[in-house]
């Protein structure tokens, strides 16, 4: 049985926590023993992008060493992921002792969709949610550093009452990235309207967003301009196909 | 036909959108002001992303489009990591073919050297094809200021001089006008009839610069490419006006900087290979000219004299810099501007520089001073598509988190905003802090929501989120919390 730890990441556990109880009884159902190392606090990467890389590289050895013990590391976000197999290497490039430690971080953390596909190679068209859906997909950024490419809307499409609604320019960025949308709010909101005009135009009742940052960025956006668009994780719509009940554990 | 209104054009840099000499650069105003000007909005969405699916396209009919990246950013970085041997052999090169190099240590040598050579050589009516270099250093505004008669021949070049504008895009330099302002441009300036047929524009145009183009005696070009092997010069373009300006006069110039450099012809083809298509999803320009030296005996085209001038203007020392180094592979494509969620709502003239886009948040900053465009590297949401889609393979997302590094040990930012980060990364180290920093937020933020789930209101320091979004308000138990309970 294959051991999972959950790397739940700061955003999802604040906001989105139910994110987390659906990926980790999403793969207990796939067969998997989730594990949640509670010491777990934040992989660094505000503090990276922000150009602070001593206070980052403190907090990647950190979690270098919690998550040391285990098989396999799963994160419902894809920015984290690739925090961990893109940038832990340019933040240890000059620490020796952290090279294989990190390497085998590297090549053990995936990404929730990634994970699903890859590893656990699952095949979704055996559910299907209790009625059908329009959904659209938006192709979140950090997607591009760990080279998943259209995996999400591939089992997205398998799972049955799901009527997939391509999203135009599925693949721009929502304009989260962070304090950015903080700092150049001018900015940052005019990309995030982009965003939501594009997913109002598709029609579709729900849009998937595989991480918590561009989630808050667009569920906030649609609720300032009243639109009644869901926004969730595939792991939530999973759950809902799967009969699998988020809200208590 | 159209008549001939002037003979001296308008200077191009009269009405400088943003001053590039002043001494505060205000990129909060402009990029918010570009941000609500829906007409630009409306036309950086359909030019960059018809660009953009162009580029995808045709890259994709490359049998190998990322190995051939890879092979494209290596023989920049080879060409750059010897670059003193390469411009030793381009000079040598080149003077074999009888033509004169000149070493530009800086924008002002560049200018003054350019302005001695057509005095030297009794000219006084140039054609000048497109060259970013030529924006950077404002070689036209000063060439007018000599008294030569100067016209820009490149169609949207020639837009901007006559509009007193200036360019907003690597590529496409009129990005941020539509057909209407160009038609109403026109129709002030040479006095006709008001249309916006671009057709019909483009021929009023052509027929103002034939005229140009017969009567010059200097011809100015950029350069695309430098080839050190053969010592020539390398221009891909649309229209044909560089291949006129090469041509045609009595005296060429070709202004280049010198990061330009390519070691072979063969080298030569993978960029070809690889610069249409990137920058507009063409396989290749219409003009592609490889040129390098005066008139051959027995020739019938070409000029009597040949120069190049070599720029530096600040790229020497992002050479001898490691670590930026990598950012000279530039050629130029405008690929990274045209994926930029952040070029597509703002547009080039919000980065108050020549150099615009993600390419230019790395450049700007390295060429012109860290301290005046330190909100550049920051408006970056780190999406990572200008890295996708650089055909030389330039990591801008790594360069723009150095460049942010470098804000902070040079202290460029504010102490408040370098503590308050620091004291937030140190508590993130122990778990017990997080937790209580979470619960402190957490109440104070479901405080804000009223009730409703949601937050209008963020205190100060967070205040631009809630400038143009809502927040949720964070659910009573996170996760940690959940699993405690249920363990």
Redesign the interface.
């Known amino acids: 049985m294959p051991q999972v730890a959950l790397f739940i990441t700061c955003l999802t556990d604040q906001f989105y926590p139910q994110v987390g109880v659906a990926v980790a009884k999403i793969l207990e159902h796939f067969g998997c023993q989730v594990v949640f190392p509670e010491a777990q606090t934040c992989c660094g990467q505000p503090f990276f992008n922000n150009g602070f890389p001593s206070e980052a590289r403190a907090l990647a050895t950190r979690m270098i060493e919690i998550f040391a013990p285990y098989r396999h590391i799963v994160t419902p976000s894809g920015s984290c992921c690739a925090m961990v197999r893109q940038q832990y290497h340019e933040l240890l490039q000059n620490d020796p002792q952290w090279q294989k430690p990190m390497n085998d971080l590297r090549s053990k953390t995936y990404e929730f969709v990634e994970y699903l596909d890859k590893v656990l190679k699952v095949d979704l068209h055996q559910f299907k949610l209790p009625a059908v859906q329009e959904i659209t997909y938006h192709y979140t950024c950090h997607l591009r550093g760990i080279g998943v490419k259209d995996e999400g809307v591939r089992l997205l499409r398998q799972i049955g009452n799901v009527e997939f609604k391509p999203l135009e320019k599925t693949d721009q960025c929502c304009g989260f990235g962070g304090t950015f949308a903080i700092k150049y709010p001018a900015i940052s909101g005019a990309i995030v309207e982009d965003k939501i005009n594009c997913i109002a135009r598709t029609g579709a009742q729900t849009v998937i967003c595989n991480d918590a940052g561009c989630t808050l960025n667009i569920s906030g956006m649609c609720h300032r301009r009243k639109m009644e668009t869901r926004v969730k994780h595939i792991a939530e719509l999973m759950a809902e196909a799967m009969g699998i009940d988020i809200q208590a554990w | 036909m159209a008549s001939i209104v002037q003979d001296q054009l308008p200077d191009p840099n009269a009405n400088a959108v943003s001053d590039p000499h002043a001494a505060k650069f205000d990129f909060?105003s402009l990029?918010?002001k570009a941000?609500?000007d829906e007409r630009l909005?409306n036309a950086l969405?359909a030019n960059t992303?018809r660009q953009y699916e162009g580029r995808r396209e045709r890259l994709l009919e490359l049998p190998d489009p990322d190995g051939m990246r890879s092979l494209a950013g290596d023989i920049k970085q080879h060409t750059l990591d010897h670059l003193d041997y390469y411009l030793e052999q381009f000079q040598s090169s080149v003077e074999g073919n009888g033509g004169r190099v000149h070493f530009a240590h800086d924008g002002a040598a560049a200018r003054r050297i350019i302005a001695e050579i057509a005095k030297q050589a009794g000219c006084t009516r140039v054609i000048k094809s497109k060259s970013m270099t030529s924006e950077e250093i404002e070689l036209a505004h000063h060439l007018q200021a000599e008294g030569l008669d100067l016209v820009e021949t490149d169609l949207a070049e020639f837009i901007l001089q006559i509009s007193h504008d200036k360019p907003s895009h690597l590529v496409a330099p009129v990005m941020h006008k539509d057909r209407a302002s160009i038609a109403r441009l026109f129709n002030e300036y040479f006095k006709t009839p008001y249309n916006d047929d671009p057709p019909t524009l483009t021929a009023q145009a052509r027929i103002f610069l034939r005229n140009k183009f017969r009567r010059a005696d200097l011809g100015i070009t950029g350069g695309n490419f430098l080839i050190a092997e053969t010592g020539q010069v390398c221009v891909v373009e649309n229209e044909g006006n560089a291949r006129q300006s090469v041509t045609t006069p009595r005296v060429l110039v070709s202004l280049v900087g010198i990061e330009k450099l390519v070691p072979r012809l063969a080298d030569l083809a993978v960029m070809l290979k690889l610069l249409g298509r990137s920058a507009t999803g063409q396989v290749m320009t219409v003009y592609t000219s490889i040129f390098g030296g005066p008139r051959l005996g027995g020739e019938k085209d070409g000029p009597e004299e040949f120069h190049i001038v070599l720029l530096d203007n600040g790229r020497t020392e992002i050479l001898a810099s490691r670590e930026y180094r990598e950012t000279l592979r530039c050629i130029r494509c405008g690929a990274c501007l045209n994926a930029c969620?952040?070029y597509?709502?703002?547009g080039g003239h919000a980065y108050g520089s020549v150099y615009p886009g993600p390419i230019g948040a790395l450049i700007t900053p390295l060429f012109q001073g860290l301290e005046k465009f330190k909100d550049l590297p920051?408006?970056?949401?780190?999406?990572?598509?200008c890295?996708?889609v650089c055909p030389v393979k330039i990591d801008i997302p790594?360069h723009l988190?150095?460049?942010?590094?470098?804000?902070?040990t040079r202290r460029i930012?504010g102490r408040s905003e370098?503590f308050i980060?620091?004291a937030?990364?140190?508590g993130?180290?122990?778990?017990w802090v997080?937790y209580v920093l979470?619960i402190l937020?957490?109440f104070d933020l479901r405080r804000r929501a009223h009730k409703t789930g949601?937050i209008r209101s963020l205190p100060p320091f967070?205040?631009?989120?809630t400038?143009?979004?809502?927040?949720?308000a964070?659910?009573k138990?996170?996760?940690?919390?959940?699993?405690?309970?249920?363990t």
């Open positions: 909060h990029s918010v941000a609500g909005t969405n992303l969620p952040v597509r709502k703002i920051h408006a970056s949401s780190l999406c990572g598509a890295y996708e790594k988190i150095n460049l942010r590094r470098d804000i902070n930012s370098r980060y620091k937030w990364a140190w993130m180290k122990s778990p997080y979470g937020q957490k949601w967070v205040a631009g989120w400038q143009v979004r809502d927040m949720p964070p659910p138990r996170t996760f940690h919390q959940i699993w405690k309970d249920r």
